[in-house]
């Protein structure tokens, strides 16, 4: 059974760090991409950043260019997601997905294969 577990949510104070790992288990983390997705309250979820299966190629979105950094640790099966100058706008639930053998451009929300369950994370201003 696939499970993906997120976690290092909370609540931070606006221009603060957060990191977010997302624990992977029942899989062969080694050949999916990982990617980080939001959903902010009456928003759809988007994407925020992707590391890929091979080359571990990153690609973020705009929003967070600059701000966040996306890694992996295949020995510990766990992705991270590294949040600097945190603002306001980021308040969101975090998740973390996977899709099997896919480059960063293929990290999409309508193509993943397994989800986890989320992150609360609260930026307050």
């Known amino acids: 059974q696939v499970q993906l577990v997120e976690s290092g949510g909370g609540l931070v104070q606006a221009g603060g760090s957060l990191r977010l790992s997302c624990a992977a288990s029942?899989?062969?983390?080694?050949?999916?991409?990982m990617g980080w997705f939001r959903q902010a309250p009456g928003k759809e979820r988007e994407f925020v950043a992707g590391i890929s299966w091979r080359y571990t190629s990153t690609y973020w979105a705009d929003a967070v260019k600059g701000r966040f950094t996306i890694s992996r640790d295949n020995a510990k099966n766990t992705v991270y997601l590294q949040m600097n100058s945190l603002k306001p706008e980021d308040t969101a639930v975090y998740y973390c997905?996977?899709?099997?053998?896919?480059?960063?451009?293929?990290?999409?929300?309508?193509?993943?294969?397994?989800w986890g369950k989320g992150t609360l994370v609260t930026v307050s201003s």
């Open positions: 997905a996977a899709r099997l053998h896919a480059s960063v451009l293929l990290i999409t929300w309508d193509a993943m294969d397994y």
């Open positions: 029942g899989l062969a983390f080694s050949n999916y991409a």
